[in-house]
Nanobody, 115 residues
Framework: QVQLVESGGGLVQPGGSLRLSCATS????????MRWYRQAPGKERELVAS????????FYADSVKGRFAISRDNAKNTVYLQMNSLKPEDTAVYYC????????WGQGIQVTVSS
């Protein structure tokens, strides 16, 4: 059965850092593009970052460029999102997404940036 399990979220002060992890199982991880999305209260879900199957190509939303870094470890079937210089507007539920022939989602994890 397919599983995507996010971890590493929580409460952090502005300017702080968090590292999200998404551990996956039940599908061929290395064949899937991996993405991180987020959804803030009252807003639509937005794409934050994506990474190609081998990790050689990445994409970032303008709002996080230079502050966030996506990476993956195909040996561990895990994708990461390193988030630095966090701002209150980064507060959202963050979702891990795997894309290939099928589209898989994690359950989401809360990130709150507040003093």
């Amino acid at each position: 059965q397919v599983q995507l399990v996010e971890s590493g979220g929580g409460l952090v002060q502005p300017g702080g850092s968090l590292r999200l992890s998404c551990a996956t199982s039940g599908f061929t991880f290395s064949m899937h593009f991996m993405r991180w999305y987020r959804q803030a209260p009252g807003k639509e879900r937005e794409l934050v970052a994506s990474i190609a199957r081998t990790g050689g190509s990445t994409f970032y939303a303008d709002s996080v460029k230079g502050r966030f870094a996506i990476s993956r470890d195909n040996a561990k079937n895990t994708v990461y999102l390193q988030m630095n210089s966090l701002k209150p507007e980064d507060t959202a539920v963050y979702y891990c997404n795997a894309v290939h022939a099928m589209d898989y989602w994690g359950q989401g994890i809360q990130v709150t940036v507040s003093s």
